[in-house]
């Protein structure tokens, strides 16, 4: 089987109220017990915020250090999940499950062998 990341892009700034959050992190659970029930779960991560975040980068032959996303935007990723599919079209329906269940934007990549 090959492996997929499905990353969760989240907006910038504070965490919905509890009221709102706790229906969507019970989706949430919902859904990797699922994952984990079919066997198609590896890996789940989820990240403090894009503000938290220290960019590195080659710089005349150094290295610049610089604080905060290497992207500037409204959203970044949140947190990530890697499973494993028999093909692209399997890792688009746990990605489609993903979104409704979080209500957030999920990208979908395969790794490399």
Known sequence: MKKYLLSIYQPDGDPPPPEVLGPIMREVEAFESELRQAGA???????????????????????????????????????????QAPDLDAALDWARRATLASTLPIEVRPLHD
């Open 41 to 83: 779960w590896v890996f789940t991560g989820r990240l403090h915020p894009a503000g938290t975040a220290t960019v590195l980068r080659p710089d005349a032959g150094g290295v610049l250090m610089t604080d905060g996303p290497f992207v500037e935007g409204k959203e970044h990723i949140g947190g990530f999940v890697v499973i």
